[in-house]
């Protein structure tokens, strides 16, 4: 069953409102039309508080994981300064991109945060530490775990969000238009990043295996925690 079955969503929220959807869902306007959409159900709220909240925590800690690896990489390795600095630079966007979702709509941050930041520049210095290769190999177990993530959320609000209109016809919000549209693109940013790390020979990584398969789990139980904590 999809994570995103909003039926198992009965989360009491306290104080995210998901304010500009939730004024979208009764106010939004198609483009000919004065058409009213029916608010989201309590579900569709939690889940999308909660998709905004482990997002932002998470392009946070890919934001810092490319400053831990760009602090240690860049002046050693020249060649790999370019490579890091250009997906270090989509990180930034993705980050302040959710950061400002997170504001506009109310949702509180991950109580952890401080957490996150420590642990994702620990974990990019970390294994840059090791090896360009090893940095490489953490880049691809982040993007293969956070592209998954992305492809989740991807279907839950293609599948999840049509609503009833005024005029009987069913159709989604621009607003929630706009944010999959937005992480359709940050997506793509993120496996762009894991074929990147692919052509820089994280597959010669030693040892691989540990390496990526710890890090996919490091990265599931942050997605896991951020998305409630
Ligand atoms: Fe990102
Ligand atoms: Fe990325």
Redesign the pocket.
């Known amino acids: 069953m999809l994570k995103c079955s909003l039926g198992k969503l009965a989360v009491r929220r306290s104080f995210s409102v998901l304010s500009s959807l939730k004024v979208a869902g009764t106010t939004g306007k198609s483009s000919q039309d004065d058409v009213k959409y029916e608010p989201l159900s309590e579900a569709q709220e939690a889940y999308l508080d909660r998709a905004i909240r482990v997002d932002q925590a998470?392009?946070l800690g890919?934001n810092y994981i490319y400053a831990g690896q760009y602090f240690v990489l860049a002046n050693k390795y020249p060649h790999l300064k370019p490579v890091l600095q250009h997906m270090w630079d989509?990180?930034i966007h993705?980050?302040e991109t959710f950061n400002n979702l997170q504001t506009r709509n109310r949702v509180r941050p991950s109580l952890i945060t401080p957490l996150w930041k420590l642990g994702a520049f620990v974990m990019g210095a970390g294994t840059a530490m090791i090896s360009p290769q090893a940095a490489m190999a953490c880049t691809e177990a982040v993007e293969t775990v956070?592209g998954g993530h992305y492809n989740e959320q991807l279907r839950c609000l293609t599948n999840q969000y049509e609503l009833n209109k005024s005029d009987k016809t069913l159709g989604t919000p621009e607003e929630l238009k706009e944010l999959t549209n937005t992480i359709r693109q940050?997506r793509d940013?993120?496996l762009e990043h894991l074929d990147t790390a692919i052509q820089h020979d994280s597959k010669k990584a030693v040892p691989y295996m540990l390496l990526t398969e710890g890090i996919k789990g490091i990265c599931k139980v942050a997605i896991w925690t951020a998305e409630r904590i």
């Open positions: 998470g392009e890919a989509q990180e993705h980050h956070i940050f940013d993120e």
